[in-house]
Every structure is written in structure tokens, then in C-alpha cells.
């Protein structure tokens, strides 16, 4: 699924503080491999349905192994054995001969002791990583095994069935005879350099795999259903943001012949979040991920492009309004294409004035709406353009109720079937005492 910077930065997938970053969120991996290796998958949504659902059946087939995954491979295990591998460390040259032999083990043994401890704990992680490996390609690997997982972990039985392997069986420590020692180290470092490399790279996709599989059982999440239809469809059922701690479910169809949402609600009633909750179950479906609703259905989207989170550029002297027009056009681009694309806009036009907004906001959506080959969400405040829309039969109109209880604002952030007529912000700086405060300053001027 195609998508770009900005989409990435509205929806939050990377984001520097660590509790707005989905990645962050959904990050369970145990090693730095594992997590590069997500961060990738993260950065590469997937375009076929194939792939899709090779990686769901992956997920689905780790998430009932979870409970009995091994956990002795860990970041430390990872980190020393490529720290040891790439070590230089002079330790032997080929004993020649048994004098050579003994000596070089007398030697090691009395005035090399800090080495001898270095390649003991060094060796220790070794042997935890090919044990590891090993318990989990017999956990893992049987003949119902999906294609994907099985292709890994019978490259990973390969190198650990080798002879050279069988070396590391032996538990490393401190009082580890040296000869032991130093065969493992020479097998490890002239003979099984390249192997253990490589079982490091194998492992990195299990760690991840593990983790979105986590993530599936530590959320809740559901694993999606894709269809095939001729045109897009998405169907969620309590969808929720995953970054929420309590957070309210919805639910959604949209279809070609309502294949436009048009969403109202006060500020903070919860229009952004649910349009950033149907961004990011459509962008974790396309990873082939677990999804945060109770069920979802939807068709293969080519891409998706959100116009939620836009700035101004000082540098390039462009303005907030002129970057709005200039997303609006990147997306009218893609979606004259004929793809199937989602679309998310949050408060269109934001950076002009009313009047200006609603001309702009009734000419956009009118044009949009007429693309029947993509599925639209958009957001607004300019509620009185709704009358002029109302003759679209393809735009579903829905909004965010606001209660007033016990003198106070309440959000159930549940949505309904229409469209929404609060004007909630002279109210909220009552609420809030503000225009006390602006009066009382008027009286300090006279």
C-alpha cells in the first residue's frame, strides 16, 4: 500500500515521544535485530493480498506458541555475539604440535586470564544463541507450518544441525577447561564466522513476527478479513485507538454507493481520533497485523493518503493554507489514477477565513465525492455546508454528540447518524472562566 511522509507523521506510526509513537506502542521485540527488522516492516506496507495473508497466518500460527516462545535470546545474547565475532583477539595460531598445544593452554590459562573470561562469557552467548534457534525450530517447525515461517526456520535447522554446531552445546563458564575454550573459540571465529552471522539475520524475523503476534494478544486486536470486490470497501466493527487507554468502539461501513463520510462534532469530541483509528487499522491491516477493532473487513487499497496534521513552511515561505491546497492537489493526483485510495482529512481548510473555507470546503468534497473508485473521510466545523451536500447520495453524514451534565460538557465520543449542531466554543470559555477573566481585565483598563 502506497502512502508517504506526512501520512506516516499524522497518524503518528513513528513519533519522537515515545508514548505518541504507534511503533512504540506495538514494539514487543526483544532484540535491537528484531526491532530493525519491524521498523522495516513498518516502512514497507505490503500491495498483494498473497503477502497479506501469508504474514496474518504467521502471526495467527506464532500467537498460539506464545506461552512456550524461548526467552533465552536476548539483546545482550545478540550484542555480544557480533561484538565477539568482531573482536580481534589474539588467542592461537593452529597448534602445530602437542608442545605447541600445551604450552599455548598453559600460557592462556595463566597470563591470559582476562581473555579466557572475555571468550568464556562470549562463548556462553554463543551456545544461548543456537540453543535458542533450536528450541524454537522444534516448537515451531512442523508440516502444517505456514510457507514463510517454515523457509526461515529450516534455514535456521541447517546451520545448527552442522557438526560445528554441536561444539557450543557445552555450558560455558568461568571454570570451563581452556582446551574446550579454545576449540569452541577456533570453530567459532574460523569456521563458524559466517554461520552465526547468519542465524542472527534468521532470527531477526522471528523476534519480529513475535512481536506483532504480541501485540495481537496484548491488545486484543483482530486479525482482518480481506474480500475481494470490484470497488472498495471498508467495514470496522468497535474500532478503537490503540494508543487510548479507554477508549470508546465505533462502527463504520463505507461502500461505493457510500463511499463518503462526512463527520461533524465539537472541538475534542472525538472526530480526529476516529479518523486516526481508521488510518491505523488500514495501514496495520496492509502489515499484515492484527487490527484494533472487534472485526474488520476491507478490500485491498493501493494507497492512503491523510491530510490531518498540516503546517506552515517558513523556510520555503509557503503558508498554512497554501500547504492545504497543495495536499488537496497531491491527493486529487493520485485519485484520478483509478486506484482504490482511502482518504482522511481532518478540519479542511483550516488556514483561511470562514467565508473563504466554505467555498473552498463545498468545491472540494462535490469534486471528491464524484470519484467513486476511492472511500473518503473528512472532517469539518463549517456544519451549514452540509445543506449544500445533501443532494450527493454517496455521502453519509455523521457526527459527535456533545451532553451538558451537571453543568458540565460531557463527550461519550459515540457516533451518530447525522450531523451536528453544537457551537461549543463561546460555552467552553464560560466553562472555563475566561471571560471572567478578559472582563476583569477591561475593568483594571478603566
Not at 457526527?399 to 450531523?419: A, C, D, P, S, T
Request: glycine letters at 4%.
Amino acid at each position: 500500500m502506497e502512502t508517504d511522509k506526512t501520512t506516516y507523521q499524522d497518524l503518528s506510526i513513528f513519533h519522537p515521544e515515545e508514548d505518541l509513537s504507534l511503533f512504540h506502542h506495538l514494539d514487543f521485540t526483544r532484540t535491537s535485530i528484531g526491532k530493525a527488522e519491524l521498523k522495516r516492516i513498518f516502512l514497507h506496507p505490503l500491495h498483494r493480498k498473497e503477502d497479506i495473508q501469508a504474514v496474518q497466518q504467521i502471526i495467527q500460527f506464532i500467537y498460539a506458541y506464545l506461552p512456550q516462545w524461548d526467552q533465552r535470546i536476548t539483546n545482550g545474547t545478540i550484542v555480544m555475539v557480533e561484538e565477539y565475532l568482531n573482536a580481534r583477539i589474539e588467542t592461537d595460531k593452529p597448534a602445530a604440535n602437542l608442545f605447541y598445544g600445551a604450552f599455548q593452554k598453559l600460557w592462556f590459562r595463566t597470563l591470559r586470564k582476562s581473555d579466557y573470561s572475555y571468550l568464556s562469557f562470549a562463548l556462553s552467548h554463543v551456545s544461548d544463541l543456537i540453543q535458542g534457534c533450536r528450541q524454537l525450530t522444534e516448537l515451531l517447525l512442523h508440516p502444517h507450518t505456514p510457507h514463510g515461517l517454515a523457509s526461515i526456520l529450516q534455514a535456521m535447522q541447517q546451520i545448527i544441525q552442522l557438526p560445528e554446531a554441536r561444539v557450543f552445546d557445552y555450558a560455558f563458564h568461568k571454570q570451563t577447561p581452556v582446551r574446550i575454550v579454545l576449540h569452541a573459540h577456533d570453530v567459532a571465529r574460523r569456521r563458524f564466522r559466517n554461520r552465526l552471522h547468519e542465524l542472527i539475520r534468521l532470527y531477526a524475523h522471528l523476534d519480529a513476527w513475535y512481536a506483532m503476534a504480541t501485540a495481537l494478544k496484548q491488545y486484543q486486536f483482530v486479525i482482518p478479513e480481506f474480500v475481494d470486490l470490484p470497488a472498495p470497501y471498508l467495514q470496522v466493527t468497535g474500532i478503537f485507538h490503540p494508543l487510548l487507554q479507554q477508549p470508546v468502539k465505533n462502527n463504520l461501513t463505507l461502500h461505493r454507493n457510500q463511499n463518503f463520510l462526512f463527520l461533524t462534532g465539537a472541538n475534542m469530541a472525538g472526530k480526529s481520533t476516529l479518523i486516526k483509528a481508521i488510518g491505523i487499522a488500514v495501514f496495520l491491516a496492509h502489515m499484515g497485523m492484527g487490527v484494533p477493532a472487534e472485526a474488520m473487513q476491507l478490500t485491498l487499497f493501493d494507497g492512503m493518503l491523510t491530510n490531518i496534521h498540516v503546517e506552515d513552511d517558513v523556510i520555503h515561505g509557503k503558508s498554512y493554507f497554501y500547504n492545504e491546497v497543495h495536499r488537496i492537489k497531491n491527493t486529487i493526483e493520485k485519485i484520478r489514477e483509478k486506484k482504490h485510495w482511502l482518504i482522511l482529512i481532518d478540519e479542511l481548510f483550516k488556514g483561511t477565513n470562514v467565508d473563504d473555507a466554505r467555498n473552498c470546503s463545498v468545491s472540494v468534497i462535490r469534486g471528491l465525492a464524484a470519484v467513486r473508485d476511492s472511500l473518503f473521510i473528512l472532517s469539518t466545523h463549517l456544519y451549514e455546508i452540509a445543506e449544500q451536500l445533501k443532494s450527493l447520495p454517496n455521502i453519509q453524514f455523521r457526527y459527535f454528540e456533545v451532553e451538558m451534565q451537571h453543568g458540565k460538557f460531557h463527550f461519550n465520543y459515540r457516533l451518530r447518524e447525522g450531523i451536528s449542531n453544537d457551537r461549543l466554543g463561546y460555552a467552553i470559555l464560560q466553562q472555563e472562566h475566561v471571560i471572567d477573566m478578559l472582563r476583569t481585565l477591561e475593568n483594571d483598563q478603566l
